[in-house]
């Protein structure tokens, strides 16, 4: 049976006979995401050839078993991670191209080496940015100012380019749109399996002082299901924007150069079509901690939408046009109990502790998506509850 590391070296083969390193060597290392990607076994790779400079490569395996791919409400993270570098990072960089955006301000992405799309051990070999300097951020560790500034940023660039897409070529952005469309209706099957668990681990954690009105909230009080609420939001269709999906700090690869902080993002496993609160609130609900949205949680939803202007001006895109700041206002009302919703479905599983990350191999169940609360959760949860009562939206 083909092991990740075989599939790794059997696609290595072919990029080393595509750029003409012959008689080439690879040494080909695994190593540990320490819980950031659970669905891959992740590799560093270093290609040489005589008379050829040494080329350090990052590659992925998948290793979500089958019974998973089937039940998820989610498209394969796989192939839709294959999409957008095969379909949309193309677009994105001539776009940046065509409209001469100056080099400092243009969104970097890792250079693609190979793609493997045989299903079940689907392969991405990329530039190994380590080499090159940049660092991940740690899963569990929450960001600064400089950090969550610099992601803004980013995210906001990701947003434009989408934007500026979507206006220039309507028609193929509409075939992207619906690649990267997420059907929600799938989600309603297992809403009665993983609901009770999550409302219970929630509950499980959240402080006295709370736990009334955290209680009565989940329970809707004659409103919509917050579930609903929550995919409603993040999951919007017929979107003009791409959202990153899964845009935490440990999706940033970052290193200082010259005094300035860089960031690349990588890990486009999640892209789909949405407004833009979607990525916000995934960042500030589980890359940050409460006192950091106390300080610093408005501000920087302002400055979002100040990048973003400039970003789509550097496209020769009118902001009013495509996005006008009053519609990012509604969806930012819309959205504004998203963050809490990410705090009771997202942040166990990025806040678990190492040993009890759970596995998506062959014959996982997609519920083991949810996990118990650990320690760093209770705090993080807490925190986020903090916030929402401090605002009055609790």
């Not at 960042?283 to 901690?289: H, K, L, M, P, S």
């Not at 400039?310 to 959205?335: G, I, N, S, T």
């Amino acid at each position: 049976m083909e092991t990740p590391k075989d599939t790794v070296s059997n696609l290595i083969a072919k990029i080393a006979e595509e750029i003409k390193y012959v008689d080439y060597d690879a040494d080909i290392k695994e190593i540990s995401s320490h819980g950031a990607n659970l669905t891959a076994v992740l590799f560093l790779v270093k290609l040489k050839a005589k008379d050829k400079k040494d080329i350090n490569l990052f590659a992925k395996v998948a290793v979500l078993g089958d019974s998973v791919r089937k039940t998820s409400p989610i498209p394969c993270p796989f192939t839709t991670e294959i999409y957008f570098y095969k379909k949309v990072l193309k677009q994105f960089e001539m776009l940046q191209e065509k409209h001469s955006v100056p080099e400092e301000h243009r969104l970097v992405f890792p250079k693609i080496y190979g793609i493997n799309e045989q299903y079940l051990t689907e392969t991405i070999v990329l530039e190994n940015l380590m080499a090159n300097g940049f660092k991940t951020h740690a899963r569990q560790k929450t960001v600064d100012l400089e950090y969550a500034s610099t992601a803004i940023e980013l995210i906001a660039k990701f947003h434009a380019l989408s934007l500026a897409y979507c206006k220039e070529d309507p028609e193929d952005y509409e075939e992207v749109s619906n690649k990267l469309t997420i059907d929600t209706s799938i989600m309603l099957s297992l809403m009665d399996i993983m609901k009770p668990k999550m409302i219970g681990t929630a509950m499980s954690v959240v402080s006295d002082v709370n736990k009334e009105k955290l209680e009565k909230y989940l329970a809707g009080e004659g409103e919509e299901d917050r579930f609903l609420q929550f995919m409603s939001v993040y999951y919007s269709k017929g979107s003009q924007m791409l959202a990153h999906g899964d845009f935490k700090p440990s999706n940033l690869m970052h290193r200082r150069q010259n005094e300035k902080l860089e960031m690349v993002p990588v890990d486009f496993q999640m892209v789909h079509t949405s407004s833009p609160t979607a990525d916000l609130m995934y960042f500030f609900f589980t890359g940050a901690d409460e006192d950091f949205r106390r300080q610093h949680y408005h501000k920087l939803l302002d400055q979002y939408y100040e990048q973003l202007k400039l970003a789509l001006e550097r496209l020769d895109v009118d902001p009013e046009e495509v996005y006008p700041e009053k519609q990012y206002r509604k969806e930012l009302e819309e959205a504004k109990m998203v963050g809490l919703m990410m705090g009771v479905i997202l942040l166990p599983i990025i806040t678990v502790a190492e040993e009890n990350l759970p596995t998506f191999d062959d014959g996982a169940e997609v519920t083991n998506f949810v996990v118990p609360g650990s320690e760093l959760y209770r705090e993080r949860f807490n925190g986020v509850v903090n916030n929402y009562r401090e605002w009055g939206l609790l």
